[in-house]
T-cell receptor
Framework: SQKIEQNSEALNIQEGKTATLTCNYT??????LQWYRQDPGRGPVFLLL???NEKEKRKERLKVTFDTTLKQSLFHITASQPADSATYLC????????????WGLGTSLAVNP | DAGVIQSPRHEVTEMGQEVTLRCKPI?????LFWYRQTMMRGLELLIY????????DSGMPEDRFSAKMPNASFSTLKIQPSEPRDSAVYFC????????????FGPGTRLLVL
């Protein structure tokens, strides 16, 4: 069955450092992969979408890579700030049914001042 | 825009009771999604609609769950009868008709079935 795996352990980093979160998928060949941020008590908020033919996507301090050979996406936050502390979710989808997202459990990130 | 609106925000009920969750999508969005989130299973897609028509309900757990979208600005998710294992946060999300697949989530309804 399709499986999405994200870092199960919470990630603690120092302010100013780069946070790197991992999303691995198996039995799956997604055409798109999205990253969302979720704060406690709130719904997920879209951050970035990357397509299978794109190796890298950037938005301000955020960078996403998509390696279809490794079946992995990496999500980077550079110059991290305490306000970046949240849970980050990855969600791939197929080309044929790109509205149906399969979600990882998320990685909790804590940026310490 | 007000964003996706969900009600109630919190619901506590007893096993066997009927529960109705409500959602108003963002105006102009013609896709609507219902999700359930738990610590153990994460976010699970229950059902989604396009132009008020259910497209994929394969995630609906069982016959106790039903969803309707009578018009473009309103949808309901009903659980009847409710069971303690239905306790979770239920999210509604909507997205635009064009190729962008971004989903916009509501604040969720936290359901506790005793």
């Amino acid at each position: 069955s399709q499986k999405i795996e994200q870092n199960s352990e919470a990630l603690n980093i120092q302010e100013g450092k780069t946070a790197t979160l991992t999303c691995n998928y198996t039995n799956y060949s997604p055409a798109y992969l999205q990253w969302y941020r979720q704060d406690p008590g709130r719904g997920p908020v879209f951050l970035l979408l990357i397509r299978e033919n794109e190796k890298e996507k950037r938005k301000e301090r955020l960078k996403v890579t998509f390696d279809t050979t490794l079946k992995q996406s990496l999500f980077h936050i550079t110059a991290s700030q305490p306000a970046d502390s949240a849970t980050y979710l990855c969600a791939p989808s197929n080309a044929g049914n790109n509205r149906k997202l399969i979600w990882g459990l998320g990685t909790s990130l804590a940026v310490n001042p | 825009d007000a964003g996706v609106i969900q009600s109630p925000r919190h619901e506590v009920t007893e096993m066997g009771q009927e529960v109705t969750l409500r959602c108003k999508p963002i105006s102009g969005h013609d896709y609507l999604f219902w999700y359930r989130q738990t610590m153990m299973r994460g976010l699970e897609l229950l059902i989604y609609f396009n132009n008020n028509v259910p497209i994929d309900d394969s995630g609906m757990p069982e016959d106790r769950f039903s969803a309707k979208m009578p018009n473009a600005s309103f949808s309901t998710l009903k659980i009847q009868p409710s069971e303690p294992r239905d306790s979770a946060v239920y999210f509604c999300a909507s997205s635009l008709p064009e190729s962008q697949e971004t989903q916009y989530f509501g604040p969720g309804t936290r359901l506790l079935v005793l």
